[in-house]
């Protein structure tokens, strides 16, 4: 009870503040003396080039609040904490008649690297480039599952120009046909598992996937979790985490 008083007046504070940041933001935006500044710290959050007339018109607007609200509310509530047991969500397969739990794709005491990313997310669909070096140096040691959440920029919500039109999925039909697209793409290695989130986004919300982000689950537990997308989707971390893996499990056989 008293964990749940405090999420709420957690929210409601950072709502607050994040209302009215936007609302000075809007303000600043109407300046045109303010428009680098503006395109530098969009641009330092985001951590790729962005062109600006993909998110400028409605960057500060109605649709971008609700979005970054909705991340507030994931990340005061994410179940996955580092040393904690990790969540085991329901998941489906591509194409959608499979069903199993995050925790059943461990394989042995492998560990096993989450990332949750979209198709209208740029940032994920960028870096997917070095997710992929990441699969091919380590998955001889570790094993990997990208799990397909909620649109981050559907065509019908926070929408970017120019970028990938996919509607919100409103069925498990809609979103593998989006996670298909993902693989149609070639963004993903072979090694690493393609998952869909159901459709009661439970996967999302313990993880607090959106709108991208990677997390190590080992011995059951959670033993690295990277910060909320897109500023600290941090692929050297897991890229680090698995070199120092990689070394201890090679020294441990050396003794053996």
């Not at 607007?61 to 994931?74: C, F, N, P, V, Y």
């Not at 091919?136 to 799990?147: C, H, L, N, R």
């Amino acid at each position: 009870m008293l964990q749940s008083v405090r999420v709420a007046l957690l929210f409601y504070a950072a709502s607050a503040l994040l209302v009215v940041g936007f609302g000075v933001l809007k303000l600043l935006q109407c300046f045109h003396c303010m428009e680098r500044p503006l395109m530098r710290l969009f641009l330092f959050i985001a951590t790729v080039e962005i062109r600006k007339d993909a998110y400028w018109a409605n960057v500060f607007g109605w649709e971008s609040l609700k979005a970054h609200l909705e991340m507030i509310q994931l990340e005061l509530q994410r179940e996955a904490v580092p040393g904690k047991i990790a969540p085991n969500p329901p998941l489906v397969s591509l194409d959608g008649k499979e069903k199993s739990h995050l925790l059943d794709h461990v394989r042995g005491s492998r560990p096993l690297i989450v990332n949750l990313g979209s198709c209208t997310c740029p940032v994920f669909m960028k870096r997917q480039s070095e997710f992929k070096k990441i699969v091919e140096e380590f998955m001889s040691v570790a094993d990997f599952a990208t799990v397909y959440i909620k649109e981050a920029h559907p065509s019908d919500e926070w929408k970017f120009e120019g970028n990938i039109e996919i509607q919100q999925p409103r069925t498990i039909q809609e979103r593998c046909r989006a996670a298909q697209k993902l693989k149609e793409l070639n963004k993903l290695h072979p090694s690493s598992r393609l998952l869909v989130d159901t459709m009661e986004n439970l996967a999302n919300k313990s993880f607090a996937g959106l709108p991208t982000r990677l997390y190590i689950i080992h011995d059951g537990r959670v033993q690295y979790a990277g910060g909320m997308g897109p500023t600290f989707y941090h692929t050297q971390d897991i890229m680090q985490w698995l070199a120092e893996y990689k070394k201890k499990s090679t020294r441990q056989r050396a003794k053996a």
